[in-house]
């Protein structure tokens, strides 16, 4: 049972494009959404985090949209570079366990092409 | 810093083989987790712990055992290794459990 959806599963964008990747989620009780960034053979690294009651938060050219009636949100990069060519995975959290139990997507492997 | 360490970082296993995977972290971090990683499923919790001598059960704990003896290390533990434990092992740690977690390198387990 995949509780986050993820896509789409690959994605090639030009430098300096805009890459955009989907995540939707079923359980209403998530109140925690965080991208992660895993460049090849190395864990994953937080790279920007959101919760509910806001619907969007920017950190430099990454911007998390958030639309909690539809259950959605994306993360967005703007002027995209070689450099963020990674594989990002959103996963989701409810916070009431006491911890971040995250759950997460199934990965969107970003290539930037020079 | 060298934050959290995963030792081995390869490993080839023959079925039934037994085996220790050990997550060390040098940030006094209270909580640690470890995940592992298949194609096309994301990141999945196997074991956490909440504090040294803790440890609770993740979303696939089945064959796996951990320990916890030491804030800084975790233990993942394969008692009879099969070939569907073959993945990308990752443990992380957080200051708290409300901090975000910060992943090691992995450990690539093959088991033939």
């Known amino acids: 049972q995949q509780q986050v959806k993820q896509s789409p599963q690959s994605l090639i964008v030009q430098k300096g494009g805009i890459s955009i990747i989907n995540c939707a989620y079923e359980n209403t009780a998530f109140d925690y959404f965080p991208w992660y960034q895993q460049f090849p053979g190395k864990g994953p690294a937080l790279l920007i985090a959101?919760?509910?009651?806001?619907s969007e938060k920017k950190e430099g050219r990454f911007t998390i949209s958030f639309n909690k009636s539809a259950k959605q949100f994306s993360l967005h990069i703007m002027d995209s570079q070689p450099g963020d060519s990674a594989t990002y995975f959103c996963a989701a959290s409810p916070l009431n366990t006491g911890f971040q139990k995250l759950v997460f997507g199934t990965g969107t492997r970003l290539l930037v092409s020079p | 810093n060298a934050g959290v360490t995963q030792t081995p970082k390869f490993r080839v296993l023959k079925t039934g083989q037994s085996m220790t995977l050990l997550c060390a972290q040098d940030?006094?971090?209270?909580?640690m987790y470890w995940y592992r990683q298949d194609p096309g499923m994301g990141l999945r919790l196997i074991h956490y712990s909440v504090g040294e001598g803790t440890t609770a059960k993740g979303e696939v704990p089945d064959g796996y055992n951990v320990s916890r003896l030491k804030k800084q290390n975790f233990l993942l533990g394969l008692e009879s290794a099969a070939p569907s434990q073959t993945s990308v092992y990752f443990c992380?740690?957080?200051?708290?459990?409300?901090?975000?977690?910060?992943f090691g390198d992995g450990t690539r387990l093959s088991i033939l």
């Open positions: 992380a740690s957080s200051w708290t459990g409300f901090q975000p977690q910060h």
């Open positions: 959101i919760r509910p009651d806001v």
């Open positions: 940030m006094n971090h209270e909580y």
